[in-house]
């Protein structure tokens, strides 16, 4: 079974997955194919789940069957277009413009890196579009997937490795 992801209004949404279903903030573009980076969307497709980045100090390994790797104050995603490795994790610090995956808020806390814009990466069709915690206000994220801690644990903890957005 796939990881389905539906608008629900504005920044809103519905993440369904396992007979679960909860509700997730959206990028406040809406969703939208072609994505462009900038567009503060969230892109519509299927995208395989990659990896899970975690704060270690902050929490244990999340549980699941993706690869998993803590992070560090000196981690960074690249999303600057025209560098070689825009939408890639970096080391800090970074010439290009990137952001920091080391956040003093808790959205960075658990990452998953979605499969979009990577293989092969295309300059300007997005980057650092993940799954990571929602904001404390319930705001939309710049493109992102927001999820609150205990549904996005528990959505990794099941066998789902593919993403749809629609």
Excluded at 138 to 159: E, H, K, N, V
Aim: proline share 8%; charged share 25%; glycine share 12%.
């Amino acid at each position: 079974m796939d990881i389905h992801v539906v608008s629900s209004g504005p920044g809103a949404g519905r993440v369904s997955w396992a007979g679960e279903t909860r509700p997730c903030t959206l990028g406040k573009g809406g969703i939208l194919s072609p994505k462009r980076e900038g567009d503060g969307a969230t892109p519509a497709g299927s995208f395989v789940l990659r990896r899970v980045l975690w704060r270690a100090d902050r929490l244990d390994r999340p549980a699941t069957r993706l690869a998993c790797a803590a992070i560090d104050p000196g981690d960074g995603w690249c999303d600057w277009p025209d560098d070689p490795l825009y939408n890639r994790q970096v080391a800090l610090p970074y010439p290009a413009r990137h952001e920091r995956l080391w956040r003093d808020d808790a959205l960075y806390d658990i990452v998953v890196v979605i499969g979009h814009n990577d293989d092969p990466v295309v300059p300007g069709a997005g980057s650092a579009v993940f799954m990571h915690l929602s904001r404390d206000d319930g705001g939309p994220t710049a493109g992102c997937i927001g999820l609150s801690r205990r549904d996005l644990l528990g959505l990794l903890a099941g066998p789902d490795d593919r993403l749809v957005i629609r």
